[in-house]
């Protein structure tokens, strides 16, 4: 069975400085893996997904994340964050399969401070 | 284009009530998806439908059950509410490409 750990639960930083969420996953077949944002009070919105191809994905917002598959990681990073930034990350990790479904990290809080 | 929509947003309900959370979508996707999510512990899948006329359980399906009577609507019913069911509920939907598409949620809580 598949399962993902978000090693931070909360990470504080300041404005304009880099961040790095990290996420490590486990699995026994080839994933999908992705990395949603949930803003105050709101559902989760995509970022960015790994499906194939170049292990580096970009997203939006300025975000990127590399999969690493010999270490069975997928950490999430930004160069320079924003106070708009703050919100929880939820990193996700999918094994395919007929019901496609996804298994949720416990999420890292990131608080950019100005 | 609405995309995934829930109603209520906000419930209270006594332990022993009963309540359907309504999740309607518009993208014509195939799987529809409900979770709960609680402090610290991420989002955990209730149940899950696959297409029209087809549920199954997810992680912690106990307590409820759904139905997916039209391809567009998934319902969530809780026969008999308790406290441990406080927690805010999404339903999400998708199509072929694994991106699931969330609601804004339902924040329920059980006295």
Redesign the interface.
Known sequence: AQS?T?LD?QVPVFEEAPVELRCNYSSSVSV?L?W?VQYP??????LL?Y?SGSTLVKGINGFEAEFNKSQTSFHLRKPSVHISDTAEY?CAV?E?G??????????TQLTVLP | NAGVTQTPKFRVLKTGQSMTLLCAQDMNHEYMYWYRQDPGMGLRLIHYSVGEGTTAKGEVPDGYNVSRLKKQNFLLGLESAAPSQTSVYFCASSQHSYEQYFGPGTRLTVT
Request: glycine share 14%.
């Open positions: 993902v978000q639960s999908y992705f949603y009070n709101q559902g989760l919105q995509l997904k499906l939820f999918s395919g007929s019901a496609r479904q996804l298994t949720f990290g416990s999420g």
